[in-house]
Structure formats: C-alpha cells, structure tokens
C-alpha cells in the first residue's frame, strides 16, 4: 500500500515538473554556457521569430515661409524696369519708380496775375476847352492808357529744372532741388499826336481837391506823345528732403519739406516826349523829356512742407503734389523821376521829378509782410524705357502779399511840385506802399532720366 502510494506521488511529481516546463520568452541576452543542463530538463528548442522590419521615423520638415502671391503686373522690382537686386534684404523691392537719381526738365507755359494799373493816359474829342482836355469825369474824355491790368493774360515760355537722389537702398529718403524760369513779360502801349488830336496824363490836384490832366497833345500848344512801358520777371526754387510714408510696387506717397524761395519783380516807367509849338509861352521848338519810374521787387524766404503721390498703370503713371510756404515777403519799392529841357539850339538842363514822383516820393523804401504760398502741381506721364519717362503736366501758386510797380503810383499831385518847382501845397505824390496778391498757372511738357 505504501509503495503504491510512493509511486502515485512520484507520478504526481513528474506530471507536475512537465507543466512547469513550458518555454519561457528568450531573453534579450544570451544563457551563460557554464550551467550543464539534463536532457529531461532541457526545454524545446526556441523557434526562430519572423524579422519586424525597422521603419525610420520621418525627418521633421524645414521651416518654410510661403512664398507671396505673383502680380499679374510687372512690380518696380521686376526686370521690366530695371530694379534687379539694388535693394537692401530688408526690402522686397525698393520704392519705386527705379534709379537712385533723377534729372528732369520741362518747358513751362504759364500766365500770371497782371499788374493793376490806373488811368495813364487819357483824350478828348475835338475842340473840348484847354481847361477840360483829357480831365477824368469831363464829356469826351477817354482813357488811352492804363485802367487795367498790364503783363496779365499773356503766356509766357520758361523752363523748369529738378533733380534728387535717394540717401538709402530702398529709396525712402532722400533730397531734392528744383528751379523755374519765366521769360520776361513786356507791354508798351504808346500814345501820340502831331499836336492835332487831344492827349493828356490826368491827375487829381491836391491843391484844389478836383481831378486835373497835364497836356501831352493839344492844338497850337504841344505835340508828342506818352509810352508805358512794363516788364514783369518771376524766378524761383528750393531745396527739399523727401520722406516716405507709404509705398507698394505700384506707387508711393512721400512728405517733402524744405526751403522755398520766389521772386517777382516789376518795372514800370512812363515817358513823355513833348515838343512845344509856342502858345503858352514857352519858345517854339523847345523839347521836353519827362520821365515816372516805379520798381518794385519781392522776395520770399520761408519753409516749405506738403505731400506728393505717384501711382502707376502699366506703363503709364500719374503724379500729384501739394505743398504750402509760409514765409517772409521781403519787397523793395524804388521810385524815380526827372524832367529835362532842352531849348532850341540850348544845353540840357534835368530837374528832379516827372509827374507822379515827385521830391515828395522819390526814393527807396523796403518792408518785411508775412505771405502764404500754396501750389499744386499734376502729371501725366508713360514709361519710354526702363530709365527715362515722358510727361505733360499742370501747376497753380498763390502768392499771398507782393508790391506791384502799378500801385505804387499816387495821382494825388501838388502840381507846385511839377519841375521847375515853386513852395507852396502839400507833399504829394506820396509812396503808398500799396500790396495785393500774385497767381501763377500753366501747363508744361518734360522728360525725367533716372539711373
């Protein structure tokens, strides 16, 4: 029985260590050698595992910035106008148009305010009475000239010169100069008689209070005539920085302030040339040469501050620009006038004063007057290469506080004044230092190199 049961046991046992004896996974490393193993302890041979092939893990992908979207335009950038790489990597593209300087010239046709002018010369129909003749406010009198405005109206040619440069690679700031040049505008009306017809220079009388004339032409008295003759001169320019504001490749806006600088200048002097046919006096022959001259001259100094635009389509671009000087008129009023008499066969002798200067006004005087000068300017241009482009274009000035040569003459006249000179009445003419205002407009025409 007990054998029995020891073999049962053992049975149990072996049966046992059969089921404790299921592989276990092979380790990563290899079994030391040194243990000797039984045959009945020796588990199965491991079976050879499939190969897990090794997939490497993909690459991050680089940084990338996306590319901007391509205009259906070519930009100021592209090779169509020559920008290349110019532009310093900070900037896409330069602000255009292309080129580091630019020249341009331009012929101007341009009008400009004329000169106020009185009553200068005046007639008289047929047998009026010599106390009448060519007296303003009389029946039959006319004015000959004056009334009006001289050098007003008429066009004159000049020409226009600017150039700059850009200070930095991507054109945003920068300096420029410019300079204008009108042709001188001359007017010189003439009037004059054989002693036929009735021609007089009218005045009011400051000693009697009642309008007055002083004869050029009057039967039996006096031949010759009186000639006007006036001149106007405008110059200008300035120095200006350029700032950009804003710019795409199609166009920009750019702040300009700098210095502005204007002149004007008028010269009005009327002659008479008189011959005496002997009815009041003086001899037969006797010539008489009377001279009015009146300059004037303005000058205007101040900063200058506005904006200019500039948008292209295709080829084709369009400019605006605005600006405004505020500044010192500095203007000089000059005065001068002689009277010279030359008997027959006798030596000149010239006396000081003419008609409307007198000792009482000649001379020089200046004043300083604060002025505004604003001006607008516009083009229309087309691209003709890479480096060069056309335009016509048009300008507007004002100019505020200038002195004009015409109302510079006071009629107000102590005719005790009038050469030879005798005391007695008040000290007129006086210089009235009169001021109004100046305009300027026209058109222009012009080519721009760029490089």
């Known amino acids: 029985m007990r054998a029995r049961l020891l073999g049962l046991g053992a049975t149990l046992s072996l049966a046992s260590a059969g089921v404790a004896q299921v592989p276990a996974p092979v380790p990563a490393y290899p079994l030391p050698t040194a243990i000797p193993m039984s045959s009945a302890a020796q588990p199965p041979a491991a079976q050879p595992q499939p190969a897990v092939p090794q997939v490497a893990a993909p690459a991050p992908a680089p940084h990338t910035i996306p590319a901007a979207p391509v205009s259906a335009y070519p930009t100021y950038g592209s090779t169509l106008f020559g920008c290349g790489d110019s532009c310093a990597p900070a900037c896409c593209d330069p602000c255009g148009p292309p080129g580091r300087v630019w020249v341009s010239?331009?012929?101007?046709?341009?009008?400009?305010?004329?000169?106020?002018?009185?009553?200068?010369?005046?007639?008289?129909?047929p047998g009026t009475a010599l106390p009448a003749a060519g007296v303003l406010g009389q029946p039959g009198t006319s004015t000959l000239i004056g009334g009006s405005r001289f050098n007003g109206g008429d066009f004159r040619n000049g020409f226009r010169l600017?150039?700059?440069m850009w200070l930095d690679e991507c054109n945003t700031w920068g300096i420029e100069?410019?300079?204008?040049?009108?042709?001188?505008?001359?007017?010189s009306p003439v009037a004059s008689s054989p002693g036929t017809g009735i021609i007089s220079r009218p005045f009011f009388n400051a000693n009697t209070g009642l309008n007055d004339a002083q004869l050029v032409s009057f039967p039996g008295i006096v031949s010759g005539g009186v000639t006007v003759n006036s001149t106007s001169d405008v110059i200008g320019g300035g120095i200006s920085g350029v700032c950009n504001i804003c710019c795409d490749p199609c166009g920009r806006v750019d702040f300009v302030g700098g210095y502005r600088y204007l002149n004007l200048s008028d010269d009005l002097t009327v002659t008479e040339n008189l011959t005496s046919l002997g009815g009041t006096g003086v001899p037969p022959g006797t010539r008489i040469l009377v001279q009015d001259r009146f300059q004037t001259s303005n000058d205007f100094h101040g900063p200058v501050f506005g904006l200019r635009a500039e948008k292209r389509y295709g080829m084709v671009y369009v400019m605006a620009r605005g600006s405004i000087?505020?500044?010192?008129?500095?203007?000089t009023v000059t005065?001068?006038?002689?009277?010279t008499t030359v008997p027959p066969g006798g030596v000149p002798t010239t006396l000081p004063g003419g008609l409307y200067a007198q000792p009482s006004n000649i001379g020089t005087y200046t004043s300083d007057k604060f002025a505004v000068i604003p001006?607008?300017?516009f083009r229309l241009g087309v691209h003709v290469t890479e480096q060069s482009r056309l335009f016509v274009g048009y300008n507007w000035l004002y100019w505020s506080n200038v002195a004009r040569s015409g109302d510079q003459i006071d009629q107000r006249v102590n005719p005790n004044l009038i050469p030879p000179a005798v005391p007695g009445g008040p000290a007129l003419p006086a210089a009235p230092f009169r001021t109004t205002d100046f305009w300027l407009q026209g058109v222009s025409v012009g080519g721009e190199v760029r490089f």
Do not use: C, K, R
């Open 325 to 331: 000087a505020m500044g010192v008129s500095h203007q």
């Open 375 to 377: 001006e607008v300017g």
């Open 177 to 187: 100069g410019d300079f204008f040049f009108l042709g001188q505008s001359g007017q």
């Open 335 to 339: 005065i001068g006038g002689s009277t």
């Open 105 to 125: 010239a331009e012929w101007l046709y341009w009008v400009a305010a004329g000169n106020p002018m009185p009553v200068l010369a005046t007639a008289s129909v």
């Open 162 to 164: 600017n150039a700059g």
